[in-house]
């Protein structure tokens, strides 16, 4: 060092702090870098992704390398700047002093915040090709850095703390899913984000969330006068209808009105003949996931199940309809009885039909009703209450101001729903 000049000192100095910068920047580099994007890269056989795989999966000898090549590097450069103050001041102790506050300061800024920084906001451009230069330097450290990372584990199995190495193995959950998919909206248009997020749901939700209920079922009643049963196929406007005898809990098939063409054009058509047409009933247990169902009426080949509970009781039923709803939104074409559930008002209030899934008023209306309890806005309105209300009552859901319209019996038929009220009113509440 004697025969070094003030200048070779200094620039010795400043490469010391760009290598310190370096690790610095790889290990954040490192640790930030997407996994996903890296397995993307990966399979698309990218060299230096691969090569930052093989090192992120032994995470303790990367971490162990960076960090050992980092203090030296720290520790060299407090040496050299000493080496250069004594060579301008001479042995100063204030001199010492400043020096040593003023190298904290430059390897704080210059090799740790400005680089890391740098690589937490560019963590593939910075991690991948510093892995060529980490491979060899790990092999060089590793005596010393085996010996460190044996007192750690050592220091870790004394604490009884397990510690995971190989993030190669990490599993991405549905949440994680759902988090990518909101973070895609610059990438993907708003309709198919929401689609996106509609299919990761599908897994959330049940048959029951979804299904017509028992009492709103359209179906055949095979016992019934002809003329009647006649006219019902006639009017309806399903494709596919339950059939039962004498009560919905005796279903004995379900009837494609396709096939019934030919019994309608019968001179003398007997229930019977019409019971021969029928096609088996497939009955759904009621807490079947909606993505699992999909699939089930896929293998199948059907469109159309009857939900039941665990004693085996009619709840009401499901189409494969329905579930594409949940993932694509309302079709256009809708029976009669389904585009009057509601009608707008003046002040931009909503008639309801108190049946109204709140699934759907969620779906159609960008309402937030909580959907962890009651299926229906009545069931909704009864759950908020705890007791069965009178007309004119008014109530508050989901920042909504409700008033109960029309009641029959123990149900509530017609409400008025407002529009949501500032969050600051809310709060007042």
């Given at each position: 060092?004697?025969?070094l ?25 490192m640790?930030?870098l997407n996994?996903?994007?890296l ?10 992704a ?31 700047t ?178 019934a ?127 069965i ?41």
């Amino acid at each position: 060092m004697d025969d070094l000049t003030l200048g070779e000192i200094f620039a010795l100095l400043v490469l010391l702090l760009v290598l310190g910068a370096w690790f610095s920047a790889a290990e954040t580099s490192m640790m930030a870098l997407n996994r996903h994007r890296l397995n993307a890269l990966i399979r698309k056989g990218n060299k230096a992704a691969k090569l930052t795989a093989k090192l992120l999966s032994k995470i303790d000898k990367l971490l162990g390398s960076i960090l050992f090549g980092n203090t030296l590097l720290n520790v060299a450069a407090a040496a050299v700047t000493n080496l250069f103050i004594l060579r301008v001041f001479g042995a100063s102790e204030l001199a010492l002093l400043l020096g040593t506050l003023g190298i904290t300061f430059v390897l704080l800024v210059v090799s740790e915040i400005l680089p890391k920084i740098l690589a937490a906001s560019h963590p593939e451009r910075i991690a991948l090709p510093s892995s060529y230069l980490l491979a060899p330097l790990i092999t060089l450290f590793h005596p010393v850095v085996s010996v460190a990372s044996a007192l750690v584990k050592g220091i870790f199995w004394l604490l009884r703390i397990k510690i995971q190495t190989d993030h190669s193995q990490q599993k991405m959950t549905l949440d994680d899913l759902r988090g990518l998919m909101l973070e895609a909206h610059h990438f993907l248009p708003r309709k198919q984000q929401k689609m996106l997020l509609n299919l990761v749901d599908l897994e959330r939700i049940t048959v029951n969330d979804v299904m017509v209920p028992r009492n709103q079922i359209e179906a055949l009643n095979l016992n019934t006068k002809l003329e009647e049963l006649r006219q019902q196929i006639v009017t309806s406007h399903h494709v596919l209808l339950p059939v039962y005898a004498d009560n919905l809990d005796n279903i004995v098939g379900i009837l494609h009105l396709k096939r019934a063409l030919a019994w309608l054009r019968d001179d003398e058509p007997a229930n019977s003949t019409l019971q021969n047409l029928l096609l088996d009933p497939y009955f759904i247990p009621a807490d079947t996931p909606l993505l699992t169902q999909l699939q089930h009426f896929q293998e199948k080949r059907l469109r159309l199940g009857l939900v039941v509970d665990e004693y085996g009781e009619l709840l009401g039923l499901v189409t494969l309809e329905q579930i594409l709803e949940e993932i694509v939104g309302e079709f256009t074409t809708q029976s009669p009885h389904q585009t009057g559930r509601f009608l707008r008002q003046d002040h931009d209030s909503l008639l309801m039909e108190g049946s109204i899934s709140v699934r759907e008023l969620n779906r159609k209306f960008g309402f937030h009703f909580p959907l962890d309890g009651a299926k229906t806005l009545n069931g909704l309105i009864l759950e908020h209450l705890q007791d069965i209300p009178e007309a004119g009552t008014s109530l508050k859901i989901a920042n909504h101001p409700i008033e109960i319209v029309q009641t029959q019996g123990r149900v509530v038929k017609v409400v008025r729903i407002f529009p949501a009220l500032p969050c600051d009113d809310e709060a007042a509440d």
